[in-house]
């Protein structure tokens, strides 16, 4: 979305009295080698969508390798920073 539109979607909501949840476009890679540049693109959606004032951010964490020591760690990194984020 454009920035004019996120500015009528939060006078629509501020009018309404309604809130916004923002499901994050794809599932976000733990693997160190993948997770930098697809971090960088959620968080600059997440600045974008700021004036929305979120409600709640919806994210998906790629299920390959769950369980993992590695994969625990990568889940840990990608939640951290994303909750960085609004905070």
Do not use: K, N
Request: charged share 15%; with cysteine; proline share 6%.
């Amino acid at each position: 979305p454009t920035s004019a539109e996120i500015t009528a979607l939060a006078q629509i909501a501020e009018r309404s009295g309604m809130t916004y949840t923002v499901h994050l476009p794809f599932d976000l890679p733990v693997h160190a080698g993948e997770m930098g540049e697809a971090l960088q693109t959620v968080e600059r959606l997440m600045q974008l969508v700021q004036p929305l004032a979120p409600y709640a951010y919806v994210f998906h964490v790629e299920s390959a390798g769950a369980g993992s020591s590695a994969w625990t760690r990568g889940a840990f990194e990608i939640v951290s920073r994303l909750c960085a984020q609004v905070e």
